[in-house]
């Protein structure tokens, strides 16, 4: 070894902040010499003692042991550990005799694989702004994920890290299903999905004060808010003015379809009235005098006995009075 190499492995061996051994290697006189540091991070995924040591001695000796295979990783985040034994043992097999080596540093080194995580929180990041960009329906006012997605480990291979996004099919109305993919290079690395619960602005009638009973709801009484809602807003969603409290509706109440109803006319029959019974036919008219055994509003199905027959019909209330037997 000349004194350039000697100086530059000094230096080394005390970066790695083994002293002792930069200071006994003059004194060695081996034909290849290994020092192992305790930790190191590469970024290939085969690991070669060229990767994990540094190798010293004559050219072919140096040669022939940086290309010996010391096993690869076989998952993201894995940490792997050889033991000098196991490297005298791999050069025993390619033909180096242990008396030819000197080893120095660590017994054993702790290799990790340089790499990248992308958290959770990154992907949920990455697909917020990709919803930000792409959903164009104005009655959506936000979206909340609903379960976190896992991290990735991925090797750090000194390319840039690419994503593509794909739409997945919504598992059902209010949600969407997002897939992001990993790339390095054009290499496909992996790949997360997650789901969002969108969010709705929704109009909605808030009552303003106590609201009785049969009274009639107008914008005194209510008032209509822009809330959020899990669900979107009906497409004939229409304002509740002109219909009327079918109970009684404390203020500050959000006033559901149930509460209220349309207004019912005016009862124009009163029960045992007598009632003129007429069936109107093109080219005929049948009429009948008829009590009525029950209070009726136009439109509305009555009972009705016919005076003659005695018998009870079923009838529907004219606008004249009359009644239509159904």
Known sequence: MNKNKIIVFIVICLLFGDIQSAQTLNENKTDLQIYLPREISIQESTLKLGYVGIVRGTDSFIKKANQINLGRFSMPGQEIVISKHTIMSRLASEGISVSDVTFMGAEEVNIRRKQQIITGDDFTKL??????????????????????????????????????????????????????????????????????????????????????????????????????????????????????????????????NDMIGTVKPEVIIKRNQNVVIRIVRPGFTISAVGKTMQDGRVGECIKVKNVDSQTIIIAKVNEDGSVEPM
């Open 127 to 256: 697909a917020d702004n990709f919803l930000k960009k792409n959903i164009t329906d104005n009655s959506i006012s936000g979206w909340k994920p609903i379960r976190a997605a896992q991290e990735l480990i991925i090797p750090d291979s000194g390319e840039d890290v690419k994503y593509s996004y794909k739409l997945e099919k919504s598992i059902n109305s209010g949600y969407v299903s997002l897939r992001i993919e990993v790339s390095s290079g054009d290499q496909k690395i992996g790949s997360r999905s997650i789901t969002f619960r969108l969010e709705y602005e929704n109009r909605t009638p808030v009552a303003l004060t106590n609201i009785p009973v049969g009274t009639v709801i107008t914008s005194e009484n209510i008032k209509i808010e822009k809330r959020p809602s899990y669900s979107p807003e009906p497409l004939d969603w229409k304002s509740p003015y002109g219909l009327v409290a079918k109970r009684v509706i404390q203020a500050n109440t959000v006033i559901r």
